[in-house]
């Protein structure tokens, strides 16, 4: 049976029932699988055939045990996650000039990838919530696209209350409407002074109040939680199985997969993926906000002096929390080394990796951090080339596919993962010089009446 255990070594053995209902672990670190499964190609080739949700399945399979949702019960569960997908197929690859491959992870209620997991993970709680007829009071901080997401995850739904504290004038007007537009009872959001990285501050100390977590029935629905990051894993099978040459030859061939890269969630989930045996290469995009870009390159993850305010708002992050999870996974799962680790760096705010990790690091992992001139460059290119618009995070990816095509790099199959839609980055598209294509349940969100509390520093 699947058991998880916190990253620093304080906490072993929960079941994904508890780890779903928890945030940061008591310990103050985050919870991880305490092995993660291996497949063999035999298995690859037998999933390369499966649809996104199909995969998303089999990846969930292999977390949740039988005895905590029956797979009869995890592919109804699956269904009702997906079912307000205007697309058929979920997920899809956009095909465009000289070989960039676009994986279009958006197509959700608030067009942002973060609705294919959120959407899962809702559907999981409504699941135990129903069974143990118990409230949970989840609460999360945002940085853009997550506080909506996980908005329209449980809005309305019995037994839950979420509060979102997003930073205020640091949101696109678009993300900031997707949340402060909501009306269900339920549904409670914060504007914050500061930035993402401070509201996250206030709540890592709730979460190690174990009392106060019990008490209250707190959880998170950030990628603090594991469910996020397991639903994410079948992102990369799935950008795998659609841009790989040819599954006939052994070994399998190596893709290059290119995450947009903030908090470090959908990059984590991609060293899971590594760690199942999945054939890829990761390459993390950072903006100006270049913390996981100097660990990797480096070894040196400490924080700068402020969080830079860029054109693509959602991975203006500088501390990318789940690097603890990555850190972790690549350590050869040292509990003892992370917990060291992460609370020297907590403390004095700087961290040199050590040379063992930090190779291991930059062997499954490499990075580049890009300027908002690259984003508006790479956003125009790929308009003038192919009629299509990128928003600005998919645009942080998509410049590194520019870059290897310049310095004509031996082709291994690459594909970018494009983050949310175009829509929601209105201002970063006229900034290009482009169009904005506003859909119609954007435009309604500017007539709505909005709801939202001022929250004040140290409040």
């Known amino acids: 049976s699947m058991l998880y255990c916190s990253t620093r070594g304080g906490v072993v053995g929960w079941d994904f029932q508890a780890v779903l209902f928890s945030g940061f672990a008591p310990d103050g670190g985050l919870f991880m699988p305490e092995e993660i499964p291996v497949l063999d190609s035999a298995t690859l080739q037998s999933w390369s055939h499966l649809s996104y949700t199909e995969l998303v399945l089999e990846v969930c399979s292999l977390f949740i045990p039988q005895h905590l949702i029956p797979r009869a019960h995890l592919t109804t569960l699956l269904g009702a996650a997906f079912s307000r997908f205007p697309l058929a197929g979920v997920v899809r690859v956009a095909k465009l000039k000289d070989g960039l491959r676009v994986v279009e992870l958006w197509h959700g209620a608030t067009l942002a990838f973060k609705d294919l997991a959120m959407s899962c993970v809702g559907q999981f709680l409504r699941y135990f919530l129903s069974k143990l007829n118990r409230h949970a009071t989840i609460v999360v901080g945002t940085s853009g696209d997550t506080g909506s997401s996980a908005i329209e995850s449980v809005r309305g739904m019995k037994g839950v209350d979420i509060i979102v504290t997003f930073p205020k004038g640091r949101c696109t007007p678009v993300q900031e409407l997707q949340m402060t537009t909501v009306k269900e009872d339920n549904v409670h959001v914060f504007a914050a002074e500061g930035t993402s990285d401070d509201i996250d501050v206030p709540i890592r100390k709730l979460f190690s109040d174990a009392g106060f977590v019990e008490q209250h029935g707190l959880m998170s629905l950030n990628s603090v ?235």
Not at 304 to 322: C, E, G, W
Not at 399 to 425: D, G, I, N, V
């Open 225 to 459: 939680n594991w469910a996020r990051i397991m639903v994410q894993v079948a992102h990369f099978f799935y950008a795998y199985f659609q841009c790989a040459p040819s599954l006939e030859n052994s070994p399998l061939p190596e893709v290059e997969i290119v995450v947009p890269t903030g908090g470090a969630g959908n990059i984590t989930a991609g060293c899971v993926a590594v760690k199942m045996g999945l054939p890829v290469r990761l390459v993390a995009v950072v903006n100006e906000n270049d913390i996981i870009h100097r660990a990797v390159q480096l070894g040196d993850f400490s924080l700068s002096q402020s969080v830079k305010h860029t054109l693509a708002p959602a991975i203006d992050i500088q501390d990318p929390y789940n690097m603890e999870r990555l850190f972790w996974l690549l350590s050869g799962m040292d509990s003892s080394l992370i917990k060291g680790l992460m609370e020297d760096f907590y403390s004095t705010r700087k961290l040199r990796l050590p040379p063992c990790l930090h190779k291991t690091i930059s062997e499954v992992v490499s990075s580049r951090s890009v300027t908002d001139r690259d984003i508006v460059e790479t956003m125009r290119r790929c308009w003038e080339e192919n009629r299509y618009l990128l928003c600005p995070h998919s645009a942080v990816a998509v410049q590194h596919h520019y870059q290897q095509q310049q310095l004509k790099h031996a082709s291994l199959s690459r594909c970018c993962l494009a983050t949310a839609s175009a829509a929601k980055f209105q201002d970063a598209v006229l900034k290009a010089g482009l169009t904005p294509e506003i859909p119609a349940e954007i435009r309604a969100l500017e007539t709505m009446a909005t709801h939202s509390t001022p929250m004040r520093r140290g409040e």
